[in-house]
């Protein structure tokens, strides 16, 4: 039933910025309860870069903390993604995802809503 479509992808140079978003239809906030960013890149394995609970608690993975921030809009309805510093090894398809909350991290959760992606490229 839940329908993400993200945008904001495009090219940049190293230490520049890019913001992405996702737009949630047909969202039921009461059954996902964690949203989340994950990212792609050719021959490499699909990973969680940053989630988000129902009350505003976020995760990150390593490489990217202190440099990436996951939010969400009020209505809960939007998911974005401030992706500040870039390097060229965060180029990836970046893909955006709810799950229900399972009860532990956001992190671990079983996501089962996915978008169809969008790329970003960071030249050095």
Request: hydrophobic fraction near 30%.
């Amino acid at each position: 039933q839940v329908h993400l479509v993200e945008s904001g992808g495009g090219s940049v140079q190293a230490g520049g910025s890019l913001r992405l978003s996702c737009a949630a239809s047909g969202y039921t906030y009461s059954s996902y309860d964690c949203m989340g960013w994950f990212r792609q890149a050719p021959g490499k394995e699909r990973e969680g870069v940053a989630h988000i609970n129902r009350v505003g608690g976020t995760v990150y993975t390593d490489s990217v903390e202190g440099r990436f921030t996951i939010s969400q809009d009020n209505a809960k309805v939007t998911l974005y993604l401030q992706m500040d510093s870039l390097k060229p090894e965060d180029t990836a398809m970046y893909y955006c995802a709810t799950a229900p909350w399972y009860g532990g991290s956001c992190s671990q959760a079983e996501y089962n809503y996915w978008g169809q992606g969008t790329q970003v490229t960071v030249s050095s």
